[in-house]
């Protein structure tokens, strides 16, 4: 049975640092693409970040150079350390897995598991 569980979401004010984390379970991690979306209230569910097996990341054009997404494949773990925190990346965060190993930041239909979501909130 595949689980996916994040962890790691706050409330905090705008320009603060949160990590989120998601730790995996019943498949082979380390051959997995995994991503962190998030859904904003009235929103559509969007991508933020993407690692594939070799550790290449893709990120959207939104949370580049704020963001980073990371892997510990000995502990079937996937982290998002989020900088300077904005009130428009408030949402609920996922992580997701995409089985075939493949890629896709803006394709939410590449993923075949996906995680309950942690909520984080930014306030200005």
């Known amino acids: 049975q595949v689980q996916l569980v994040e962890s790691g979401g706050d409330s905090v004010q705008a320009g603060e640092s949160l990590r989120l984390s998601c730790v995996a379970s019943?498949?082979?991690?380390?051959?997995?693409?995994m991503g962190w979306f998030r859904r904003a209230p009235g929103k559509e569910r969007e991508g933020v970040a993407t690692?594939?097996?070799?550790?290449?990341?893709e990120y959207a054009g939104s949370v580049k150079g704020r963001f980073t997404i990371s892997r510990d494949n000995a502990k079937n773990a996937l982290y998002l350390q989020m900088n300077s925190l904005k009130p428009e990346d408030t949402a609920m965060y996922s992580c997701?897995?995409?089985?075939?190993?493949?890629?896709?930041?803006?394709?939410?239909?590449?993923?075949?598991?996906w995680g309950q979501g942690t909520q984080v909130t930014v306030s200005s």
């Open positions: 019943g498949y082979t991690y380390s051959r997995a693409c």
């Open positions: 690692i594939d097996p070799h550790g290449r990341a």
């Open positions: 997701a897995a995409a089985l075939s190993g493949n890629c896709y930041v803006s394709y939410l239909g590449a993923y075949d598991y």
